[in-house]
Nanobody
Framework: VHLVESGGGSVQAGGSLSLSCAAS?????????LGWFRQAPGKEREGLGS???????LVSDSLKGRIVISNNNAKNTLDLQMSSLEPEDTAMYYC???????????????????WGQGTQVTVSS
């Protein structure tokens, strides 16, 4: 499983961002999930949202209305769009893959075995 994130950078507060995760090697697993997570300095890794092999989409309750997660099947990417950014959204953003049924319906980082290197997002006020 190979995951590569792109699209991070610096954004002004109130703006939006689009991240993309090029994912490969996971589709052979009957049960699988692709998800977005973030981790700010000194904080635990936080699940943002995921899409699973059963067609289900899960979004963090705290971010509903601000994020959209989607599959781009033509490009084999998992895309994240986030709006109304705040300085508190500054973090390293990661793409992750889970390859067992345990990842379905959860944003627990422990259920995702494969991780990309991450892309930094910095929101300035």
């Amino acid at each position: 499983v190979h995951l590569v994130e792109s699209g991070g950078g610096s954004v002004q507060a109130g703006g939006s961002l689009s991240l993309s995760c090029a994912a490969s090697g996971f589709s052979s697993f009957r049960d699988h999930c692709l998800g977005w997570f973030r981790q700010a300095p000194g904080k635990e890794r936080e699940g943002l949202g995921s899409i699973n092999s059963y067609g289900g989409t899960l979004v963090s309750d705290s971010l509903k209305g601000r994020i959209v997660i989607s599959n781009n099947n033509a490009k084999n990417t998992l895309d994240l769009q986030m709006s109304s950014l705040e300085p508190e959204d500054t973090a390293m953003y990661y793409c992750a893959a889970g390859t067992s049924f345990g990842c379905v319906g959860t944003l627990s980082a422990t259920k995702y075995e494969y991780w990309g290197q991450g892309t930094q997002v910095t929101v300035s006020s």
